[in-house]
């Protein structure tokens, strides 16, 4: 039986700041309201839904939807629903249903639970006030979002996250080299978007193999919990739409790629973030677009925000990169020859930024920058830069401008960051060692007659039914696809010189592998499969294999024995394919049993190892058959383009120019050499071209310094927080939690049988969780927690407390000799309050702002005299039924000390309002002027999306010009003289 109809008015106990709700429908179970002023609408279960029905008493002001107000005298109740009675502001008697009541109308919660005698306990107040003053000083913290997750302070990343993070809706490409932890960066721009309030649906699209990896690390460093969805959970949901079972959502890219109907259901759902890993799979091509591409393309032209993550972004080649660059910015990136003939100019381009840092100085330096730029406001800003007579401020403040707006209207500037090792710096070395062995008579025979028989070679692809130039790089596969040829009844691997060199080294601990962990990357599944068998028959080593045949389980199953320092295997078989993106950097000797074709393949192999915690150097080693086609192919690599020594980013340039030549040339030694001399020519050309042009660009865009280390020092500031200790204290006293030192900087908190429910990680009769405020303790041990302001503990407990009731009243005793006793005092702290709808994300330029008022019984304003937590320390806790008699005794007076306090409160609401609204300016000004000027510069700028951010401008400003104070919480205090002592 429920008490709700519809029409009636309540507010959300959790969601205060939806505004007044109307009830639209009520049926056995569930209630809807629809939230006017915000456009949402919420379904809650009848029997407990989070709401307090709106009822204002005699003197309440009340607003009516036409905008008129009226003082209530007296109310009364026709069909369920109330009808005020009072005087509107012109005297005359008027009535107003409460269905008509205005949806952006102020109600005091607080005044009203005090009127009518409901206090809370004196440390619950004092706990509001505290949590809103740090909710407020946290959420305008720069570090907010990047502070709590369990992660190094590594500059790169930290500068990235805070760069994209900060936009509205980030589109970028994070194209670091492998291993230089783009997962953190996706990692930490969700956790700051989420936390901000500026995202709260995201979908992450990662390889089948890597859903694991995600799930665990977004759990562990980030604590996110994400919904995997798989085909069979999908189906549990029957007809309803699986990908709304969580806000945030993990998929696997094959599934959903391959799979129309799942796309049409993700397609449905509002998201705020899509996140797809290991973008270099989405190929395109001017003919035909692969299913990933087309999927992620549909998704991109819904979902605001898109985080692509690559370390090869080339690999598919260049028309694809640039494909995926439109699907992020399709107005920056139009036109692939324009893209092109951009890059002609960026050597000039990083000349000219350069040159910025000598500004004002030489007029040549003038001149190169002069060169590059066209723009009215560019040309004002070098004005600024060049006069001497300027102050430094405005030369810094015009260098970082004319610099961000170089960086983003030429190059890949706002969309894509990509660091490399070679910036980043303090990487391991890395080391080849290459093993000459001889090729085994079954692969020498076949080789034998191609060198003799220039037309065996076509015969050899149509027996074997494999591609050119695989057939030749692969004996093993060759081989075995030669089944008819009654030599070749043994397996490859009881022949093969490369599984007897494995097993030797692996037992060799001279120099050799006996005590360390060996990843080994084959680049067939079968490959893979038959060498881990040859290591069992022939070793008696258990080498589990992770390829990309097998389900999610088997392969995490596969990596976890490998990556257990104490039980686990001594060697991890891979496929290629199987591989990518995992996370190995705990070993250090990569085997690469045969070599890829692609060279952006092979610095995805060591990049496995090559990752950020490596702590030696890398040794590579590569088996390969004396005068074989895989020799040649190991030579191209190293003699022509470096490809062991360190990443460059140009493999994708250089295989489109010479994989052809390569392919032609695998049997012909002369022809070889030909190749890797003008592989080498190109390599370096380029190497050169690009450090001057697009890499520097890159580099300057990938890592701004000063802006790294600003956002380091706020962090360390948040770790070294000694407010955030005292807090938790009072707020686990409060909620019922114990906590216990366990020595070390480590906590135990375990839930009390008073505890509170619905405290994240913490359910009564269980056992709680240890935790730790230290950083590097909890880098150090992943069975601790760490404790920060953006912990979900921590966000709970202060989230339950800012949107509901608890502690919003209160009433103390305070003894002093200097007044009289029975004096009132009240306390009140006010809160800005700004019904909006969240796209437009307000609080990012107002969160929610404490206005402190405390006047005394003749409603002289005491606030600047006495602090909040001087009157704290004094006064004393009072039993509710006397404070209930004090209030009921005291009832008129305490209602006109809280409509003077509301004036004195009100005055400084307009610079509150001020504030927010040049915070506002600021930031979409500077949006939209940059968005002006790529319009003149690229005529593929849409009007409709100038229109669009036009629009949120006023939106915002009329948003933020309606702010309200909104009664947060008061205090009553009742002076007792020293008598009573
Ligand atoms: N700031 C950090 N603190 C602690 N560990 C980190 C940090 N950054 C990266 N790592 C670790 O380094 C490894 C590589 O990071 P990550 O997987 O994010 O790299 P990636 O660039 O996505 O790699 P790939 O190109 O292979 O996909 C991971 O094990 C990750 O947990």
Request: some cysteine; overall charge negative; glycine content about 8%.
């Amino acid at each position: 039986m429920s008490d709700y109809s519809p029409g009636q008015r309540w507010i959300s106990d959790g969601e205060a700041e939806l505004g007044l709700g109307t009830i639209l429908n009520v049926d056995a179970r569930s209630v809807t309201v629809l939230f006017g002023a915000s456009q949402e609408t919420r379904t809650y279960s009848s029997r407990n839904a989070p709401l307090t029905r709106v009822a204002f008493g005699g003197g309440d002001r009340i607003q009516s939807t036409e905008g008129w107000q009226m003082t209530v005298d007296d109310s009364k109740e026709v069909g369920g629903l109330i009808v005020y009675i009072g005087e509107d502001d012109a005297g005359e008697l008027c009535e107003l249903p409460e269905a008509r009541l205005a949806d952006t109308m102020q109600f005091d919660q607080a005044r009203d639970r005090l009127l009518t005698g409901q206090v809370d306990r004196n440390d619950w107040f004092d706990l509001r006030f505290r949590t809103l003053h740090h909710f407020h000083r946290i959420e305008q913290n720069p570090a907010l979002g990047l502070a709590g997750p369990r992660i190094d302070l590594i500059p790169h990343q930290l500068y990235i996250a805070d760069e994209v993070a900060r936009r509205h809706a980030p589109r970028v490409l994070l194209a670091d080299e492998v291993g230089l932890g783009k997962t953190i960066e996706a990692g930490l721009i969700l956790h700051r978007l989420l936390l901000t309030g500026r995202a709260e649906r995201a979908l992450i699209l990662v390889p089948a193999s890597l859903t694991h990896q995600w799930l665990v690390e977004l759990l562990r460093r980030f604590a996110l919990e994400v919904t995997l969805l798989d085909e069979q959970q999908s189906q549990a949901h029957g007809d309803a739409n699986p990908f709304e079972a969580g806000q945030l959502v993990l998929a696997s890219q094959d599934w959903l790629f391959a799979n129309p109907h799942r796309q049409q259901q993700a397609l449905a759902c509002d998201w705020d973030l899509l996140i797809v890993d290991e973008a270099h799979h989405l190929d395109w091509s001017p003919e035909q677009s692969g299913p990933g591409y087309a999927c992620v393309g549909r998704l991109a032209a819904q979902v605001p925000g898109i985080l692509l993550l690559t370390a090869t972004p080339e690999q598919m080649g260049l028309e694809s990169h640039f494909a995926r660059l439109r699907l992020l910015d399709p107005d920056r990136y139009h036109s692939l020859e324009a893209f092109r003939e951009e890059e002609q100019h960026y050597v000039e381009v990083a000349e000219a930024i350069d040159a910025l840092e000598r500004l004002p100085g030489e007029d040549a330096d003038r001149s190169r920058v002069a060169a590059v730029i066209a723009e009215p406001d560019s040309l004002a800003l070098l004005d600024t830069l060049a006069d001497p007579e300027r102050g430094d401020d405005q030369h810094a403040a015009a260098r970082d401008q004319l610099r961000d707006q170089l960086l983003d209207r030429h190059g890949t500037g706002r969309v894509m960051f990509r660091n490399s090792r070679r910036h980043v710096g303090g990487f391991p070395e890395r080391r080849l060692h290459i093993a000459e062995l001889e090729a085994p008579s079954s692969y020498r025979r076949v080789l034998r007659r191609l060198a003799r028989d220039e037309d065996y070679l076509d015969e050899l692809l149509i027996e074997t039914g494999l591609d050119h130039p695989e057939v030749l790089i692969y004996p093993d596969a060759m081989y075995r696809a030669l089944t008819d040829d009654p030599l070749n009844t043994e397996p490859w691997w009881q022949f093969d010189p490369r599984v007897t060199w494995l097993l030797e080294r692996l037992a060799d601990d001279e120099g050799g592998f006996a005590d360390d962990k060996v990843l080994v990357i084959a680049h067939d599944r079968e490959t893979a499969l038959g060498l881990a068998e040859g290591l069992r028959v022939l070793g008696g080593y258990q080498a589990p294999v992770f390829h990309e045949g097998l389900s999610l389980v088997e392969r995490d199953r596969a990596a976890a024995a490998f990556a257990d320092q104490e039980e686990g295997c001594q060697v991890l078989v891979c496929s290629e394919i199987g591989s990518e993106g995992r996370n190995f950097q705990f070993c250090r000797h990569l085997v690469m049993f045969d070599l890829p074709l692609h060279p952006d393949q092979l610095e995805q192999r060591i990049g496995r190892l090559d990752r950020i915690g490596q702590r030696y150097a890398i040794e590579l080693h590569v088996p390969v058959f004396a005068g074989s086609p895989g020799e040649k192919l190991l030579r191209w690599y190293h003699q022509g383009m470096d490809a062991f020594s360190a990443p460059h980013g140009l493999g994708s340039e250089i295989h489109a120019a010479f994989g052809d030549a390569l392919a032609d040339s695998l049997l012909d030694d002369e022809s070889l050499e030909e190749v890797i001399t003008e592989t080498r020519a190109l390599f370096e050309a380029r190497l050169a071209e690009r450090d001057a042009g697009r890499n520097r660009l890159l580099e300057l865009n990938a890592c701004r310094h000063e802006r790294a280390d600003a956002v380091i020092e706020a962090i360390r500031e948040l770790d070294a927080d000694k407010a955030l200790t005292r807090y938790l204290d009072q707020a686990l006293d409060i909620f019922g939690v114990d906590s216990q030192e366990l020595g070390g900087d480590i906590l135990h908190l375990q839930p009390s049988p008073q505890m509170l429910d619905g405290l994240p990680g913490l359910v009564k009769g269980e056992e709680g969780f240890s935790a730790t405020f230290s950083r590097a303790r909890a880098l150090a041990r992943d069975d601790v927690q760490r404790l920060s302001w953006e912990h979900p503990l921590l966000r709970e407990m202060m989230g339950r407390i800012l949107d509901g009731p608890m502690g919003n009243t209160a009433l103390a005793l305070l003894r002093h000799p200097a007044i009289p006793a029975g004096r009132l005092m009240v306390e009140l702290v006010f809160r800005t309050h700004c019904p909006a709808p969240k796209r437009l994300h307000l609080n990012r330029f107002l969160p929610p702002t404490a206005v402190r008022v405390l006047l005394d019984e003749s409603g002289a304003n005491l606030t600047d005299k006495i602090s909040f937590t001087g009157l704290s320390r004094a006064v004393q806790k009072v039993k509710k039924a006397v404070a209930r008699d004090l209030i009921k005794s005291r009832h008129d007076r305490l209602r006109e000390l809280l409509d003077g306090a509301e004036t004195e409160a009100e005055r400084e609401l307009p610079s509150i309002v001020e504030a927010a609204q040049v915070r506002m300016r600021a930031e979409l000004d500077a949006e939209l002027s940059r968005l002006e000027a790529l319009s003149r510069l690229n005529p593929a700028v849409r009007a409709d999306e100038l229109e669009a951010l036009r629009a949120e401008r006023a939106a915002l400003d009329e948003a933020i010009e309606g702010t309200r104070l909104r009664l947060d919480a008061v205090r009553v205090i009742v002076t007792v003289g020293d008598e009573t002592r």
